[in-house]
């Protein structure tokens, strides 16, 4: 139409590229798989190896000849190697660990044990011996007990005086390595925290009934404790209590440690 501008477009034909694909690159296994020598040495060195293993496994290169127990005083010490004694002549190397763990476990007097290879000739043993917290009393017969309830050794009648002592019924069986159950294991946790009580040198009997755990004192004195909950604060208030009742009789009730309530008679003694 005239008069109008005319609006020429061009289009330019382009050309598109795509990126061509890397040309593969041949693997040379040459060069990843060792060379005939390096095979040769790799082979030598293991046959050594395995060489030496077994001379360490038959011979006695590496036999143990020496047991050192440590952390346990002697009586234990020597009980520790006596149970190991079987041990003697065999190789470190290939050491029964399972059968050593066992015969440590089975050994009364230790609570917890571990043990290690000293080469080339000693295994060493790392003991933490039972502790004793009272003395169980059955007619004439006596036993250390531990805190775990788990039974010590026998124990001759009239030692260990510095111990409470925690009477059984004939009907209840004892003997060393065993574990207590019932009102004497409950029995036992009341003994257990003296340890580390005031009381620990003052209390001469605990019993212990169903929910009731009693502590008698030398002077006759009771502690009653309700449930083996709290033990350290009942005993912590039943000691101070104690301290200023030492010539009566009577009891303390210790089952609310923050109210106790107490019933103190004087010793005849006492009373002129």
Request: glycine share 6%; charged share 20%.
């Amino acid at each position: 139409m005239a008069g109008e501008a005319r609006i020429s477009t061009r289009v330019d034909a382009g050309v598109v590229v795509l990126p061509q694909p890397a040309p593969r690159r041949r693997v040379d296994l040459r060069r990843i798989t060792p060379s005939g020598r390096v095979t040769a040495i790799t082979l030598i060195v293991v046959a050594l190896a395995a060489g030496v293993y077994l001379l360490a496994r038959e011979s006695s290169l590496f036999a143990v000849d020496r047991i050192d127990v440590r952390g346990a005083p002697a009586s234990v010490a020597g009980q520790v190697r006596a149970a190991l004694a079987p041990f003697n002549g065999s190789s470190l190397v290939t050491l029964d660990g399972a059968g050593v763990e066992r015969r440590l476990a089975a050994l009364p007097v230790v609570a917890e044990a571990r043990y290690d290879r000293d080469f080339p000739h000693t295994l060493r043993v790392f003991v933490i011996p039972e502790r004793a917290v009272a003395v169980l009393r059955r007619g004439a017969d006596s036993w250390l007990v531990s805190a775990r309830a788990r039974v010590i050794s026998s124990l001759p009648k009239g030692e260990r005086t510095d111990l409470p002592r925690i009477w059984l019924q004939r009907t209840v069986s004892v003997s060393p390595g065993g574990t207590l159950s019932g009102d004497p294991a409950r029995a036992v946790t009341a003994a257990a925290p003296l340890w580390h009580s005031l009381l620990r040198r003052r209390v001469e009997t605990v019993r212990a009934a169903t929910d009731e755990l009693t502590l008698v004192l030398r002077s006759g004195l009771e502690l009653h404790l309700g449930e083996a909950t709290n033990l350290p604060l009942k005993l912590a208030v039943g000691a101070r209590i104690a301290a200023s009742a030492t010539h009566a009789t009577g009891y303390i009730d210790l089952t609310v440690p923050d109210r106790p309530v107490s019933k103190l008679n004087p010793k005849p003694a006492d009373l002129g």
